[in-house]
């Protein structure tokens, strides 16, 4: 299974990115301060980071240029979810080497291409994959809501998304 290490600063959302990864079919690694990403790393040997940009103890280009010092990970896709301006990133990062960016706060599916840019799709699939023809909105849950078929006649039904 593929790993991913997670570092942010809010534990709340380290638990949600978490599941959600979870739920993507992807094993996660949490650190729970920047001090700790590097050593981590080197025990887990992730495919991917995910971190935020502003942090307390290292920022976040302090951690890509730790990282990227080490051999092992010189050239291991990093992605900074935060609510930092992608542009305030790309200045700092420059044109660091597999470097991605997605904004806080972000969904299921906007996640989900973030990391299928660089390690295409997980090698095994979710727990309930959903059909080809559902498109989740942004925020909702991946997986699809249960429909029984029967038309929503009175508008009290909950398993019936309205399209308009």
Do not use: H
């Amino acid at each position: 299974m593929t790993k991913i290490l997670i570092y942010d600063v809010d534990s709340k959302f380290r638990e949600t990115l978490k599941y959600t990864l979870t739920s993507l079919g992807y094993e996660t690694v949490v650190a729970t301060d920047g001090y700790s990403v590097l050593p981590l790393a080197e025990q887990n040997k992730p495919s991917l980071f995910i971190l935020d940009f502003k942090l307390p103890e290292a920022d976040g280009f302090e951690i890509l240029k730790r990282l990227r010092s080490t051999a092992s990970f010189a050239n291991t896709p990093i992605i900074f979810a935060s609510e930092t301006p992608k542009f305030e990133i790309e200045m700092v990062v420059m044109d660091a080497p597999e470097v991605g960016y997605v904004d806080k706060p972000l969904s299921g599916p906007q996640l989900k291409a973030a990391i299928e840019v660089f390690l295409g799709a997980p090698k095994t699939a979710p727990k309930a994959p959903a059909p080809a023809s559902y498109i989740p909105p942004p925020g909702a849950p991946l997986d699809p809501p249960a429909f029984s078929g029967e038309p929503d006649l009175d508008g009290t039904r909950d398993d019936v998304i309205e399209l308009d």
